[in-house]
């Protein structure tokens, strides 16, 4: 098992700006979840993808948007970037939810 | 909508104790509920998942159990250490909902 790593740990970028998130996926893991922390708060979902289409999402604007690839890899995409976007962003993946997911060390971003 | 609430927030013990920590959740339709721990800054490590015909689950120095009636479970940790010291996390599987549902955590600290 190769686990589920996030790339970049770390990013800065001016409120107005668009980023994008990577996330690779436990190998075999077809679903994979995306989340938000806030400093001192639990993760909040922001979407989830299975088979590269979404299957569900969490009270986030348009402005966040998603891919999941064949290869298991994903990409959080986030436009317009906001002061609030500010957070711990986590990916999860699952082969099936009924087993639990599996975290990534996440993308602290920053918004300035 | 399935709330999870997590007491304490924070909690303080000398090394060595016996301690739990408490998650309650709104809706008893769940699939599992999973057990994390996260160090400052850093992703989430699962610690127990327990299916919702489980009662409880044992890893180590770890038991957790589900009460899924009351819409309970608790995480207790015997004979703390200084390393146990980390924010706790639970996280509740819905059914139908496609999403973890997550608390804000207890952040726990073991004094040497």
């Known amino acids: 098992e190769t686990g589920v790593t996030q790339s970049p740990t770390h990013l800065i970028k001016t409120r107005g700006q668009q980023v994008t998130l990577r996330c690779s996926s436990q190998?075999?893991?077809?679903?994979v979840s995306w989340y938000q922390q806030a400093l001192g708060q639990g993760p909040q979902f922001i979407f989830q993808?299975?088979?590269?289409?979404?299957?569900g999402r969490g009270n986030f604007p348009p402005r966040f948007s998603g891919l999941q690839f064949p290869n298991y890899s994903s990409e959080l995409n986030v436009n317009a970037l906001e002061l609030d976007d500010s957070a711990l962003y986590l990916c999860?993946?699952?082969?099936?939810?009924?087993?639990?997911?599996?975290f990534g060390s996440g993308t602290r971003l920053t918004v300035v | 909508k399935q709330e999870v609430t997590q007491i304490p927030a924070a909690l303080s013990v000398p090394e060595g104790e016996n301690l739990v920590l408490n998650c309650s959740f709104t809706?008893?339709?769940?699939?599992?509920l999973q057990w994390f721990r996260q160090d400052p800054g850093k992703g989430l490590t699962s610690l127990l998942l327990?299916?919702?015909?489980?009662r409880e689950q044992t890893s180590g120095r770890l038991n957790a159990s589900l009460d899924k009636s009351s819409g309970r479970s608790t995480l207790y940790i015997a004979a703390s250490q200084p390393g146990d010291s980390a924010t706790y996390l639970c996280?509740?599987?819905?059914?139908?909902?496609?999403?973890?549902?997550f608390g804000q955590g207890t952040r726990l600290t073991i004094n040497p």
């Open positions: 327990i299916q919702s015909s489980q």
């Open positions: 996280a509740v599987n819905s059914q139908g909902a496609q999403k973890l549902v």
């Open positions: 809706d008893s339709a769940i699939y599992n």
């Open positions: 993808y299975y088979r590269e289409e979404e299957n």
């Open positions: 190998s075999g893991h077809n679903t």
């Open positions: 999860a993946s699952s082969w099936d939810s009924l087993y639990g997911y599996t």
